[in-house]
């Protein structure tokens, strides 16, 4: 396998890595939508790790650059959305060994 291609798959895994861990912590930590979209959005603004090792990123940005002087507005001004209450998750419970003591319980029970 060639170095170019071998630095790619690494970027592609660590791209991945890198968006699931980001989307468990929003979910572990109870994001609400807004924070979610804000989340997704700052995630689409940055190229990805492939991207910049690849050398696409530098090319999409040029693209944008020069498409982003012919997009056009609808003249509405968009309405911003309302900041819900932020919701804290208590963390997820810890099993103790209490399952292994109802279990022996009974058998001593049965027999």
Do not use: C, I
Request: charged share 35%.
């Amino acid at each position: 396998m060639q170095e170019k291609d071998w630095l790619s798959l690494v970027a592609v895994h660590s791209d991945s890595w890198l968006l699931s861990v980001a989307f468990y912590f929003g979910a572990r930590f109870g994001f609400g939508k807004s924070e979610r979209k804000r989340l997704f959005q700052m995630t689409n603004d940055l190229p990805t790790v492939f991207e910049v090792v690849t050398g696409a990123a530098k090319q999409a940005r040029d693209a944008a650059h020069n498409n982003s002087s012919k997009s056009k507005s609808s003249g509405k001004p968009r309405q911003p959305e309302p900041q819900p209450k932020e919701v804290k998750v208590p963390p997820p419970k810890m099993e103790d060994e209490s399952g292994e003591e109802e279990e022996e319980e009974e058998e001593e029970e049965q027999g």
